[in-house]
């Protein structure tokens, strides 16, 4: 296996552990704060998890691609949560993931 292989899979790693930081915090404040808000606390833990990654590993790398997933994880996630899934949505959504894939393949590259 490669090393920029090992490397995107602890990527992955890491993020999935961000991932779920940020959706315990979301499930400990559900009902206790509006939806917007609890996501933006949920995206800042996240954030904070994916940087204190970099920090430790002495890479600002880490964080770079953070941009292009978090903001579709958090878009379909809203669209699940309002059960909202009209054809508007639907494009803004296929506009953001080609986004989200054109910054991601360029980190890969």
Same mark, same amino acid.
């Given at each position: 296996?490669?090393?920029?292989?090992?490397?995107? $899979?602890?990527?992955?790693?890491?993020?999935?552990?961000?991932? $779920?930081?940020?959706?315990?915090?979301?499930?400990?404040?559900?009902?206790?704060?509006?939806?917007?808000?609890?996501?933006?606390?949920?995206? %800042? %833990?996240?954030?904070?998890?994916?940087?204190?990654?970099?920090?430790?590993?002495?890479?600002?790398?880490?964080?770079?691609?953070?941009?292009?997933?978090?903001?579709?994880?958090?878009?379909?996630?809203?669209? %699940?949560?309002?059960?909202?899934?009209?054809?508007?949505?639907?494009?803004?959504?296929?506009? $953001?993931?080609?986004?989200?894939?054109?910054?991601?393949?360029?980190?890969?590259?």
């Amino acid at each position: 296996m490669s090393k920029k292989v090992k490397g995107l $899979i602890l990527l992955f790693v890491f993020y999935l552990i961000a991932f $779920i930081g940020g959706l315990c915090v979301f499930k400990l404040l559900e009902n206790k704060v509006p939806i917007l808000i609890n996501i933006l606390i949920c995206d %800042v %833990v996240a954030t904070i998890v994916i940087w204190l990654i970099g920090v430790i590993l002495h890479t600002a790398s880490i964080y770079d691609p953070y941009w292009s997933v978090q903001t579709v994880l958090i878009y379909v996630f809203l669209m %699940v949560y309002y059960k909202n899934y009209n054809l508007g949505n639907i494009l803004f959504l296929a506009f $953001i993931l080609f986004w989200s894939i054109r910054l991601t393949y360029n980190f890969w590259i």
